[in-house]
């Protein structure tokens, strides 16, 4: 079985805007309360990420 | 290609969604990948206005029409009519139609539907061992 990517710990902080997360999932390496804003942030780090959204919580939606 | 799915914050073993790491392209512009939740359930793809900002895109003129939740409740979606691309593992795909909403829940501001990205590709959700199987036309 594959293993899930687990960012439960390091987004429970975060809750609301963006986050950039590492590549490799382990840390949180920049937030913004936009798109642009958390790029910008990234970019001024000199880091690369994928952005995730924040929220409160995740659970219980019907989409 | 495969995706383990995400474990996100939820109670207190967390939640676990289908989420993929997507690049936006739009003229000569992209952004870094973003998670985007791959959802069977939406007719369309939904993107927060966020993404039409963030690419300079006057959403606000845009055709805008209701949206429907599942619990029959509306929101406003501002109709995108051209293509744009998207980019999944480093391939490329041409999404035809979008809408924009200002009020997406938090947790889902980007999500690809069935019109057109489902028609581009063979989805198969493997929940049971945590893993997306997305393989591209």
Redesign the interface.
């Known amino acids: 079985?594959?293993?899930?990517?687990?960012?439960?710990k390091i987004?429970?902080d975060h809750k609301?805007g963006w986050v950039?997360v590492s590549k490799d999932y382990k840390e949180v390496v920049a937030t913004g309360k936009?798109?642009?804003e958390v790029?910008e942030n990234?970019e001024k780090k000199g880091k690369?990420?994928?952005?995730?959204?924040?929220?409160?919580?995740?659970?219980?939606?019907?989409? | 290609m495969n995706f383990p799915y995400v474990k996100l914050p939820g109670d207190a073993s967390g939640v676990l969604k289908p989420y993929i790491p997507v690049r936006y392209h739009y003229k000569n512009s992209f952004t870094k990948e973003i998670l985007t939740l791959i959802d069977s359930g939406a007719d369309t793809s939904h993107f927060s206005t966020d993404l039409a900002n963030f690419f300079n895109i006057d959403w606000k003129k845009l055709k805008i029409q209701k949206s429907n939740a599942a619990n029959n409740s509306t929101f406003l979606a501002y109709v995108f009519e051209e293509p744009f691309t998207i980019e999944i593992g480093g391939h490329k795909l041409t999404i035809n139609r979008a809408n924009f909403s200002p009020d997406l829940a938090p947790p889902f501001p980007f999500i690809l539907g069935q019109d057109n990205f489902f028609d581009l590709c063979r989805i198969t959700f493997e929940r049971y061992k945590w893993n997306i199987d997305l393989n591209i036309k």
């Open positions: 079985m594959e293993q899930p990517i687990n960012l439960a987004l429970k609301s950039a936009t798109i642009k790029t990234l690369e990420g994928i952005l995730v959204p924040a929220a409160e919580n995740y659970q219980n939606f019907v989409t």
